[in-house]
Every structure is written in structure tokens, then in C-alpha cells.
């Protein structure tokens, strides 16, 4: 099947004051928009039109690198937009993650810190995620458009360092933007939802 752009789930003033109408509008609209229009150029291009975008990041990694980098950029945002809500954040997690996290990455707190660190610690573009590997939680950090799916791991929660993601809304703070969507902005529900088909 074509990638398709998804709607976002909520309006583009939703995140704000932490993510603005603007950054969503060129995120969403622009950027990833690109992303599929050119995933499904070089997926036709490569025989692969007729598979999942899951299917389409794995079967392209280490061997046709642009094709990659558009599928696997289309899957990590469609998943972003939903990793986010509004009134979202905080350290009330859904009682289910709350224990793995405990038990994984020992409790909120330090969990909260491991992932900014990632996010921060990214040199350049890329992510930083929550992944279940091995069968236990783990916090990762990606360059570009590369997830845990290439790296034996299943994401539960990511979030883009790409400066697109954040240097309308924070310049160059980019620990303040990571900050701002684990206080702010994680839908704890779709992460436990992550979790549970993981
Ligand atoms: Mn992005």
C-alpha cells in the first residue's frame, strides 16, 4: 500500500505553548509530508509499493539508504504525532508502564533524565526513544532517520531532536524542548498502547 500522510490528532494550536501552530505546520505539512511523497517515488522505484511501511524500513536498511531514510522518517512521524496530546506528560503514567519503567529504568525520574541525556547526547539529527528489546524497556539514541526497528528493538516512544522539531519554538535549547515534551506533551496512553503490541 502508498504511505499516506495521517492527519494530526489534534489541532495545530493543541501543543502550544510548547510546540507552536508554526513548527506543526512545517513538520507535519512540509516535512513529513516529503517523506512520503518521496518514499513513494523510490518504493515504486525498488518493486516495494506493496509493503507496509514497516516492512519497507526493514527489507531497506543497509542496502537502499535513500528509500530508508524517507519509510523509516514516515513511520518514526507517525507514531510521533501520536506520542504527543495536549495536557499530556508528567509522571502520572498508566499503571502498567508505570512498573516497567520502575523495574527497567529505574522509576520516572531517572528515566526522565536518561532520555533528555539521549536526546541531548544525539550529535546532529535523529531520536531518542523508549524501546522494548530483548524484552525489557531501553532508552536509545538514533542518528537521522534510524529507529529501534533496525537495532533489534520495538519503540514505544520517541521524539524527534531533528532542529525542524524544535528551533522555531526553542532555537538551539534543545534540552529545554526535551524538558518541555516529557513534562508537557508524552500521551502516556499511546505509549502504554506501544507497549502493549510490543
Ligand atoms: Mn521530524
Known amino acids: 500500500m502508498a504511505f499516506e500522510l495521517p492527519e494530526l490528532p489534534y489541532d495545530y494550536e493543541a501543543l502550544q505553548p510548547y510546540m507552536s501552530k508554526e513548527t506543526l505546520e512545517y513538520h507535519h505539512d512540509k516535512h513529513h509530508k516529503a517523506y512520503v511523497d518521496k518514499g513513494n517515488e523510490l518504493a515504486a522505484e525498488a518493486g516495494m509499493e ?5 516492512e519497507v524500513v526493514k527489507a531497506s536498511f543497509g542496502n537502499n539508504q535513500p528509500l530508508f531514510n524517507n519509510a523509516a522518517q514516515h513511520y518514526n512521524h507517525i507514531h510521533f504525532w501520536k506520542w504527543m496530546k495536549k495536557g499530556g506528560g508528567g509522571n502520572k503514567l498508566p499503571e502498567k508502564l508505570q512498573k516497567a519503567f520502575d523495574s527497567d529504568l529505574g522509576g520516572y525520574d531517572k528515566f526522565k533524565q536518561d532520555f533528555v541525556q539521549a536526546g541531548v547526547g544525539q ?41 525542524h522539531s524544535y528551533y522555531i519554538d526553542y532555537r538551539n535549547a534543545r534540552p529545554k524542548y526535551l524538558e518541555a515534551f516529557v513534562d508537557s506533551l508524552i500521551n502516556w496512553d499511546y505509549v502504554l498502547e506501544c507497549y502493549e503490541q510490543a
Open 50 to 54: 506493496g509493503k507496509s511501511v514497516e
Open 123 to 163: 550529535f546532529g539529527s535523529g531520536w531518542a526513544w523508549v524501546a522494548v528489546k530483548n524484552g525489557k524497556l531501553e532508552i536509545m539514541k538514533t542518528p537521522n532517520g534510524e529507529n529501534p526497528l533496525v537495532h533489534g528493538g520495538k519503540p514505544i516512544l520517541g521524539v524527534d531532536v531533528w532542529e
